[in-house]
């Protein structure tokens, strides 16, 4: 087991991964998805929304194209499309939390809204990585291990890096799991690889 990076080590690794012909060609992948995780401290959630930022800027200037999608903007995007946002706005203070929840997750349910909408912006935009985040943003509604086993038709082109607020362990008894803000486990997902693992 690594130590943890701390801000900059992890900043610098991400950046020599991402611009990496290794990384974007997809090589040492097994044929598997090129599917990737960067867990991180919920408690950076913040510098990590800036650094995910900086690391745009610096890998575009590094001649690498980036869709970088945020499923907290998405799920709004497609609340606002079907006119329903201002309506669950109005209604939300006197309603039930399980209601909303149920509603919610009716509406932006990743197979049949969620992965069409992601579809479009790769169909739409020149990339060579797409990078989504958001992922506490929209906890409970959007579970991570439903938009990764929903994506893995649509996103398998180019590598996709989530990253993901919490712990994404491997265990040869439990197998592998994400547990987001290193909490709430069972979240099973086995077919991404820990980009802080990943050597170039």
Not at 21 to 42: D, S, W, Y
Not at 68 to 73: A, E, G, I, M, V
Not at 171 to 194: C, I, P, Q, V
């Amino acid at each position: 087991m690594k130590p943890e990076m701390n801000r900059k080590e992890r900043a610098e690794h991400l950046y020599r991964v991402i611009t990496s012909n290794r990384f974007l060609t997809k090589q040492g992948l097994g044929n598997e998805v090129p599917f990737f995780i960067c867990p991180f401290p919920a408690r950076d959630g913040l510098s990590m929304h800036e650094d995910r930022k900086n690391l745009v800027e610096r890998i575009s200037h590094a001649g690498v194209k980036v869709l970088d999608l945020s499923l907290y903007d998405l799920a709004l995007e497609i609340l606002e499309e079907r006119e329903i946002l201002d309506q669950i706005i109005e209604v939300e203070a006197d309603s039930d939390k399980a209601e909303i929840k149920e509603l919610l997750q009716g509406v932006v349910d990743p197979q049949a809204h969620l992965i069409p909408k992601i579809g479009e912006a790769i169909a739409a935009t020149d990339h060579q990585v797409i990078f989504l985040s958001g992922v506490g943003e929209v906890y409970p509604y959007i579970r991570t291990h439903n938009v990764l086993n929903n994506l893995q038709s649509t996103a398998k082109e180019a590598p996709t890096v989530l990253f993901f607020p919490g712990n994404y362990t491997h265990a040869l008894a439990t197998g592998a799991s994400l547990d987001l803000f290193g909490e709430l486990h069972g979240d099973k997902y086995y077919r991404a690889f820990n980009i802080l693992n990943y050597e170039v």
